[in-house]
């Protein structure tokens, strides 16, 4: 458990689990993934926050710091005071520790120095303009000093960028990232298809492959806990080290270990807990509190939870749901094109014309049913192309998406066929008509009661 081959093993299991749920072939970097940076204060983390806060200390440095006006004066020495202050909290966050990060202070801080410095910058623009006709004689030496109002252009220009870095660390200080590196509970949620799995895998990837040192990563997945075992006795099987670690205590004692030798927090992550009917006989609800009192123990230990959107009541308490920070994963938003450009092209399809950013196309389960429906429309037009026949389009509008749609009804009914043993032959057997008999029957029951679901018995 603290070997590179015993992480490398644990990464191969991971996959074989997630199956076609993780494609890192297919991988897509999203801002989600920087959450991951402030639960388990990644060198990343810290470095990020240094860097800013260097070239902060830098910009406010070139402002002038002596003026005639007396206002401005007074003005620029109580920025210049606020400014030390938050430099001073800035600089105690630059290496790793479990202390407590005060985030509140520095937004109320940053939030007092923005309108300071918006006032400040409309001093410093009347000035210009009472001075912008003055100009200064060459030096004997041929040189050009600045003008007045070259030096209050330069002091405007300073201050928009150290402006900039104040509300770098505002945002910063309000985000999910900064709430997890304080406390580091993480409930990720998001609708079906749009990358949970793939993103915690890949995280467990990155983590375990880093180049210099293996991050102390954990994953187990809900679908296979059962309410009739202890859970963490199913954790311990659940990685196989069931006979080297025999207690909860030996386990969690282990990660927080490893977290502060590494400087970096053990990630524990339990993937998509709705994936078992544990959680309908209340085996989460009835676990989870104690779950997270356990771990609070140890400093050095993050947990990440992850729940299809819609299961959160099934699985949690409200009260459970608020010792978690919550994130919702939005798949390819804002993305889409990027996406679209990764997967069209391993899959060797031939890029539309104009850019497919179809909302749909947020969703990577939707992009890969898509890429793999057309991958055999291409292989059709290669067959077409030699036989003289016209090619056809890719994607066109409504025959393109009925195309997509009519391809995983399919796809699903072979799926759906060979597990219940029906006759494979989906163009004669009356069973095989998923779409008519099914699909179509719990739409039209949904619609009549006005609500996504529908009770079994109907």
Avoid at 17 to 42: C, H, M, Q, W
Avoid at 44 to 66: D, H, W
Avoid at 118 to 128: C, G, H, S, V
Avoid at 310 to 323: D, H, M, P, R, S
Wanted: hydrophobic share 35%.
């Amino acid at each position: 458990m603290t070997n590179k081959d015993w992480y490398k093993k644990h990464l191969a299991q991971i996959k074989q689990k997630a199956g076609v749920r993780y494609t890192p072939e297919l991988n897509v970097n999203l801002p989600i993934s920087e959450l991951f940076d402030g639960i388990s204060r990644t060198k990343n983390f810290y470095a990020t926050i240094r860097e800013k806060y260097g070239e902060l200390f830098r910009e406010f440095r070139y402002v002038t710091s002596k003026y005639k006006n007396k206002e401005l004066q007074k003005n620029y020495d109580q920025i210049k005071k606020d400014i030390e202050s938050l430099f001073e909290v800035l600089e105690s966050i630059k290496e790793y520790n479990t202390s407590h990060i005060p985030w509140d202070k520095i937004q109320e801080q940053t939030k007092v120095l923005e309108d300071k410095l918006w006032k400040f910058t409309d001093q410093l623009r009347k000035e210009r303009d009472q001075v912008k006709d003055i100009k200064i004689p060459s030096g004997k030496d041929g040189s050009y000093p600045q003008s007045p109002s070259e030096k209050f252009n330069s002091d405007i220009h300073h201050i928009y960028k150290t402006q900039e870095l104040i509300r770098y660390f505002e945002e910063l200080s309000s985000s999910t990232k900064a709430q997890l590196s304080n406390h580091p509970f993480l409930l990720l949620t998001g609708s079906a298809g749009t990358g949970k799995t793939h993103l915690l895998c890949d995280v467990v990837e990155q983590r375990i492959n880093n180049e210099k040192d293996t991050l102390p990563t954990f994953l187990v997945f809900g679908e296979f806990f059962s309410d009739e075992t202890d859970f963490w006795s199913q954790v311990l099987k659940q990685l196989e080290i069931e006979n080297t670690i025999k207690t909860k205590d030996d386990f969690l004692k282990k990660l927080n270990n490893l977290g502060k030798e590494a400087k970096n927090r053990s990630l524990l992550i339990m993937d998509a807990l709705n994936e078992n009917s544990s959680h309908a006989s209340g085996f989460w609800k009835n676990n989870l509190n104690t779950i997270i009192q356990e771990i609070k123990k140890y400093p050095n230990i993050a947990l990440i939870v992850s729940v299809r959107s819609g299961f959160e009541n099934e699985v949690f308490t409200e009260k459970q749901k608020a010792l978690f920070i919550h994130e919702k994963h939005q798949g390819f938003r804002f993305r889409e094109w990027e996406a679209v450009n990764k997967f069209f092209k391993a899959f060797s399809l031939t890029l539309p014309e104009i850019p497919l950013l179809m909302p749909e196309f947020q969703n990577p389960l939707f992009l890969l049913l898509f890429c793999k429906a057309f991958e055999r429309r291409m292989k059709e037009n290669r067959k077409n192309e030699k036989k003289g026949k016209r090619e056809r389009q890719i994607f066109r509008g409504h025959e393109g998406a009925t195309y997509i749609f009519e391809s995983f009804i399919l796809n699903a009914t072979d799926i759906i066929a060979k597990e219940f043993k029906i006759q494979k032959n989906r163009f004669k057997s009356p069973a095989y008509h998923i779409w008519n008999e099914v699909i179509k029957e719990i739409a039209n029951e949904m619609v009549k009661q006005n609500d996504d679901r529908i009770p079994v018995f109907v």
